[in-house]
Every structure is written in structure tokens, then in C-alpha cells.
């Protein structure tokens, strides 16, 4: 479950760069194309933010779609498979967006 050490990185990264804030609240944005499971992220955070300066944060996750461009035809499209196809037939596709994993925002306490 490589979710856990993902989890583990994303709250060592905000307590280092906030090591004397108390977190409130820290909102992720991860792409569906990510290979990261949102939920296993959720089930991890409060075990690995104990005792750190998240402990009792709340944890917002915001999953962003895949978008694709075909390299054939130029039509942009979602996508929420890696194994996707063009409507015109072709698996020539640029991957735009979906495979994001972004700390996209973090609350302190005043």
C-alpha cells in the first residue's frame, strides 16, 4: 500500500515547512489517473498525523478527472482510464491532466 508512504510525505512536507503552525485543515487535490487511492489516503492520514502538527486536522481531498489530447485527430477529451481511446479509433493520446497529487491548500491556526 504504497498510500501510507504517500500520506507519511505529504504530512512530513507540511509540518517541515510549518514546524510551529497548528494545522486546521490541508486540502489534496489527487488525479483519478494518479494510481492513488483516495480513500486508503483518508485511511491513513489520522494514524500518521498523530503527534505531529496535523494531528486532528481535517483532511479535504478533491479528485480531478483525466483529460487527453489525441495525437491523431487533436480532439480533447476525459479520460478515466490510462487505457483510453479516441473516439476516431486511436490510442495516440497525450495525457493533459489526471495525475496530479498536490497539497493545494493548508489552514493554520491563528
Not at 20 to 29: F, G, H, S, Y
Not at 36 to 46: E, I, K, L, T
Not at 47 to 68: F, H, K, N, Q, Y
Amino acid at each position: 500500500m504504497h498510500e501510507l508512504s504517500i500520506t507519511q510525505s505529504v504530512v512530513t512536507t507540511v509540518s517541515e515547512r510549518l514546524p510551529d503552525a497548528t494545522v486546521r485543515r490541508i486540502r489534496l487535490e489527487i488525479g483519478r489517473l494518479s494510481g492513488v487511492a483516495a480513500d486508503s489516503v483518508r485511511f491513513c492520514f489520522d494514524m500518521v498525523a498523530e503527534g505531529t502538527p496535523l494531528d486532528g486536522a481535517v483532511l479535504e481531498i478533491t479528485e480531478s478527472s483525466g483529460r487527453a489530447r489525441c495525437r491523431s485527430c487533436g480532439e480533447e477529451f476525459e479520460v478515466n482510464d490510462l487505457l483510453a481511446l479516441c473516439d476516431c479509433g486511436s490510442a495516440d493520446l497525450e495525457l493533459l491532466a489526471g495525475q496530479e497529487l498536490l497539497i493545494k491548500e493548508v489552514e493554520v491556526a491563528a
